[in-house]
C-alpha cells in the first residue's frame, strides 16, 4: 500500500482528477475489449467472408466458362461490381509453402477461403500498403486476384477508437476547468490561514466555493476574531495592571526614602526594585502581543540597530549577515524580542557572536555565546514565564524571568519558532527562525 501511495498524486486537484479518469478508463477499457472482442471480430469475420465469396465466384465462373472470350468478361465484371481486379496465368504453379499461414491476415482470411474456393491458394499483402493479392491454383494456370485492404477492415474501427480518446481528453480537459474552480478557495483559504499563523492579518478574505468549503471558511474567520479579541483584550489586560500597580509602587518608594538606610528598609527597597522589574516585564510582553501590522523590514539592518545598542553597554559582539533580509514583521516586538536574546548572551558570556542568513524558505538567526550554557532538561522550562535557573531570585544574577517569554512569544507571533541548542562557542545557541 505504501508503495501504491508513493505513485499518487499529492494534491487534491489530482487526486480528484484521477477519481474521475479512473473510472473513465475502466470503462474506455471495457467497452474497447467488448468492441474488439464482438463487434470487430463478427465485422472482420463477415467482411473476410465476404471478399472469399467473391474470389470463389469468380473461380466457379471460370470453370464453367473456360473459354476465353468468358474469361475477359468475368474479370471485367469483378473489376466493375466487385472491385477486384482479375488476371490469369496459363501453366503457372504456386508455390510450395501456398498453404503456409504465418500472419494475421491468413489466420483471419484462410479458413473462409478453405471453406469455399476448396483450391490451393495463397495470400500476399506484401506488394503494396494497400492492397491484397490472392493467388489460386486452377487445373491450367493461376488465378490472381488484387483487391484493397479495406475490403477486409472497417472503418468503424478508427471511428470508436478516436471517438473514445476525442471525448475521453474532452472529458478530462471539462473535469480539470471545473475542480481547478472548486480547489481554489481551499488554496486560498490555505494561504489565509498561513499567514494569519505568521501574525499577518487577512482582511480581505472571503468565503468561497462550495458550501463545505464556504463552511470551513466562515469558521476560520471567527477562529480569528476570536484570536484576535483574546490578544487584545489579554494586551489591555497587562497593560492596565501595569500601569495601575505603578502609583502604588510609586507610593511605597516615597515612604520607604524616608525611613532611611535602615537594615529594614534596605530589604524592602531591593523588593520595590524587582517589583519594578516584573511591571517592566509585563509592559513589555504586553507590548510584545500587540496588533501593530507588520511591515516589511531588513532584518540584517535591524540586527545592526540592535548589535549597535548593546555594544554601547559594553558587550563584545560579532555580527554576519547576509543582505537584503527582507521580511514581514513588527519591528518594534522583533527588536525586543532580539535584544533580549542577545542581553542574555552578553550577560553570561564573555563573547557574543551573532549571524543571520536564508535557509529556503526561512531565514535563521543565530546567537551564540561562550558562557555556562542551560542545561537541556531545563531547555523548554525557561520559556516558561517568571522561571529562572537561580532559584535565588537575585535581581543581579538574572531578570524577572520574562525575557525569555517575551523572546519566543514575539517570535510565535510571527509565525517562526525559536529553540536552544549547544554552541559552537561552548555556551548556548539561540536559533531564531522567520518565514519568509
Given at each position: 500500500m505504501t508503495f501504491i501511495k508513493r505513485f499518487l498524486p499529492k494534491s487534491l486537484l489530482?487526486?480528484?482528477?484521477?477519481i474521475l479518469v479512473m473510472p473513465l478508463v475502466l470503462l474506455q477499457v471495457i467497452a474497447t475489449y467488448i468492441f474488439y472482442e464482438r463487434h470487430w471480430s463478427t465485422i472482420t469475420q463477415r467482411l473476410a467472408n465476404s471478399l472469399a465469396g467473391d474470389v470463389a465466384l469468380i473461380v466457379t465462373y471460370l470453370e464453367d466458362y473456360p473459354d476465353p472470350v468468358s474469361r475477359k468478361w468475368i474479370f471485367e465484371m469483378a473489376a466493375s461490381r466487385l472491385d477486384i481486379?482479375?488476371?490469369?496465368?496459363?501453366?503457372?504453379?504456386?508455390?510450395?509453402?501456398?498453404?503456409?499461414?504465418?500472419?494475421?491476415?491468413?489466420?483471419?482470411?484462410?479458413?473462409?477461403?478453405?471453406?469455399?474456393?476448396?483450391?490451393?491458394?495463397?495470400?500476399?499483402?506484401?506488394?503494396?500498403?494497400?492492397?491484397?493479392?490472392?493467388?489460386?491454383?486452377?487445373?491450367s494456370g493461376v488465378l490472381v486476384t488484387t483487391t484493397t485492404r479495406k475490403r477486409l477492415f472497417s472503418p468503424t474501427t478508427y471511428i470508436f477508437v478516436l471517438w473514445m480518446v476525442g471525448s475521453s481528453l474532452v472529458l478530462v480537459a471539462i473535469a480539470t476547468v471545473f475542480m481547478r474552480n472548486q480547489v481554489r478557495p481551499i488554496r486560498r483559504l490555505a494561504a489565509a490561514a498561513n499567514s494569519f499563523g505568521k501574525g499577518r492579518d487577512v482582511p480581505n478574505f472571503r468565503p468561497a466555493g462550495a458550501s463545505e468549503v464556504r463552511q470551513a471558511a466562515q469558521a476560520f474567520i471567527q477562529m480569528r476574531n476570536r484570536i484576535k479579541r483574546q490578544i487584545e483584550q489579554r494586551t489591555e489586560m497587562l497593560a492596565g495592571v501595569s500601569h495601575d500597580l505603578r502609583t502604588p509602587l510609586t507610593r511605597m518608594k516615597l515612604q520607604l526614602a524616608m525611613l532611611g538606610d535602615t537594615p529594614e528598609a534596605e530589604e524592602l527597597k531591593a523588593d520595590v526594585v524587582e517589583m519594578e522589574r516584573m511591571i517592566d516585564g509585563y509592559l513589555a510582553f504586553a507590548r510584545g502581543e500587540g496588533t501593530a501590522a507588520p511591515e516589511p523590514a531588513d532584518?540584517?539592518?535591524?540586527?545592526?540597530?540592535?548589535?549597535?545598542?548593546?555594544?554601547?553597554?559594553?558587550?563584545?559582539?560579532?555580527?554576519?549577515?547576509?543582505?537584503?533580509?527582507?521580511?514581514?514583521?513588527?519591528?518594534?516586538?522583533?527588536?525586543?524580542?532580539?535584544?533580549?536574546?542577545?542581553?542574555n548572551a552578553a550577560r553570561y558570556g564573555k563573547h557574543v557572536?551573532?549571524?543571520?542568513?536564508?535557509a529556503q524558505d526561512m531565514i535563521e538567526i543565530m546567537v551564540d555565546d561562550d558562557g555556562p550554557g542551560i542545561p537541556r532538561d531545563q531547555r523548554e522550562a525557561v520559556f516558561r514565564p517568571f522561571f529562572r535557573l537561580d532559584p535565588s531570585r537575585n535581581i543581579q544574577t538574572g531578570g524577572v524571568g520574562l525575557g525569555l517569554t517575551i523572546a519566543r512569544d514575539v517570535v510565535h507571533g510571527h509565525g517562526g519558532e525559536l529553540v536552544l541548542d549547544d554552541s559552537p562557542l561552548g555556551g548556548l545557541r539561540a536559533r531564531l527562525r522567520l518565514p519568509v
Open positions: 489530482g487526486r480528484s482528477l484521477l481486379r482479375a488476371e490469369f496465368l496459363p501453366g503457372a504453379r504456386l508455390a510450395d509453402d501456398a498453404d503456409s499461414r504465418t500472419d494475421s491476415l491468413d489466420r483471419m482470411l484462410g479458413p473462409q477461403l478453405d471453406a469455399l474456393v476448396r483450391r490451393p491458394f495463397r495470400i500476399d499483402a506484401t506488394q503494396t500498403d494497400r492492397d491484397i493479392e490472392i493467388r489460386v491454383q486452377m487445373p532584518l540584517a539592518v535591524v540586527l545592526e540597530q540592535v548589535v549597535g545598542a548593546a555594544r554601547k553597554e559594553g558587550a563584545t559582539i560579532d555580527l554576519e549577515t547576509e543582505p537584503h533580509l527582507v521580511v514581514p514583521v513588527r519591528l518594534d516586538a522583533l527588536k525586543r524580542c532580539l535584544m533580549n536574546l542577545i542581553s557572536r551573532v549571524s543571520a542568513g536564508r
